[in-house]
Nanobody
Framework: QVQLVESGGGLVQAGESLRLSCAAS???????MSWFRRAPGKERIFVAR????????WYADSVKGRFTISRDNAKNTVDLQMNSLKPEDTAVYYC???????????WGQGTQVTVSS
């Protein structure tokens, strides 16, 4: 069993940065870790993913070059550094963990990110 707790959300202006963090319990190092987001009135979508070693990372086209995912297996944390934020990045951001690439088994409760124009 893995429990995930997100933090770091908030209200920022367009162009500013935020860093989200996800703290995990359980056997963290063997999981693919991902960030998803759900904008108001829309479905939850993939944002970024990192493999257990940290050497492979994947990003949605909409965030490439602006967001960076990283992990610290010693601290059981995965972070999402978000730069050059846009109003369309406004969403609830969720941390997720999965053993199989592309198949999330565990989810956090989410943290709200609001970007004003």
């Amino acid at each position: 069993q893995v429990q995930l707790v997100e933090s770091g959300g908030g209200l920022v202006q367009a162009g500013e940065s935020l860093r989200l963090s996800c703290a995990a319990s359980g056997t963290f190092s063997r999981f693919f870790m991902s960030w998803f987001r759900r904008a108001p009135g829309k479905e939850r979508i993939f944002v970024a993913r990192i493999d257990w070693s940290g050497r492979s990372r994947w990003y949605a086209d909409s965030v490439k070059g602006r967001f960076t995912i990283s992990r610290d297996n010693a601290k059981n944390t995965v972070d999402l550094q978000m730069n050059s934020l846009k109003p369309e990045d406004t969403a609830v951001y969720y941390c997720a963990a999965g053993v199989v690439l592309g198949s999330e088994s565990y989810w956090g409760q989410g943290t709200q990110v609001t970007v004003s124009s």
